[in-house]
T-cell receptor, first 111, second 118 residues
């Protein structure tokens, strides 16, 4: 069983719509959750992190965390073609300096 | 200009050859990491180091070696024992410690090195 699971996609969303990306994790001791965006051929860049249950908003991005159900999601409002990328979910257990990454979801925004 | 510098950007390895990938950071981060990424895959941890002169194996350490003689530098050697080295290699760093601000407890990545076999 994979520790961090994501739907690999591709996920196609019309421009201007809401893109919803999901991630589930198996370790109940996980405490920190990160979303990285990776353009083709480039390195990952952090776009959101969340530690507490509930929603965290930053511009067009909202991260949602539900520890009881062991999932974290990323919503992208008013999707733009520049949002087309692979989105990696990463999880860190408490007191652990390592991150565990999912395989990523490839998102395509259709103009 | 603070950041993480990986070099070279592209590297080619001949059969039986060891090659070394460089990673340097000037962010004053204690922890440094090496990941491997294969096409369509997530990141897999090779080695990590939380302090100078100490490092730990990650999930796929076989065929790789590292050193951490300086805080700023964490080179990765891909040895001839690694039979399938073609991949995108990413170095990352972050601050450590229980009292660091949350915003500093984040891994940042270098631009990566793409390794291919001749």
């Amino acid at each position: 069983q994979k520790e961090v699971e994501q739907n690999s996609g591709p996920l196609s969303v019309p421009e201007g719509a809401i893109a919803s990306l999901n991630c589930t994790y198996s370790d109940r001791g996980s405490q920190s959750f990160f979303w990285y965006r990776q353009y083709s051929g480039k390195s990952p860049e952090l776009i959101m992190f969340i530690y507490s249950n509930g929603d965290k908003e930053d511009g067009r991005f909202t991260a949602q965390l539900n520890k009881a159900s062991q999932y974290v999601s990323l919503l992208i409002r008013d999707s733009q073609p520049s949002d087309s990328a692979t989105y990696l979910c990463a999880v860190r257990a408490g007191g652990n300096e390592k991150l565990t990454f999912g395989t990523g979801t490839r998102l395509t925004i259709i103009p | 200009d603070g950041g993480i510098t990986q070099s070279p950007k592209y590297l080619f390895r001949k059969e039986g050859q060891n090659v070394t990938l460089s990673c340097e950071q000037n962010l004053n981060h204690d922890a440094m990491y090496w990941y491997r990424q294969d096409p369509g895959q997530g990141l897999r941890l090779i080695y990590y180091s939380q302090i100078v002169n100490d490092f730990q194996k990650g999930d796929i350490a076989e065929g790789y070696s590292v050193s951490r003689e300086k805080k700023e530098s964490f080179p990765l050697t891909v040895t001839s024992a690694q039979k399938n080295p073609t991949a995108f290699y990413l170095c990352a760093s972050k601050g450590t410690g229980a009292r660091i601000p949350i915003a500093k407890n984040i891994q940042y990545f270098g631009a990566g090195t793409r390794l291919s076999v001749l």
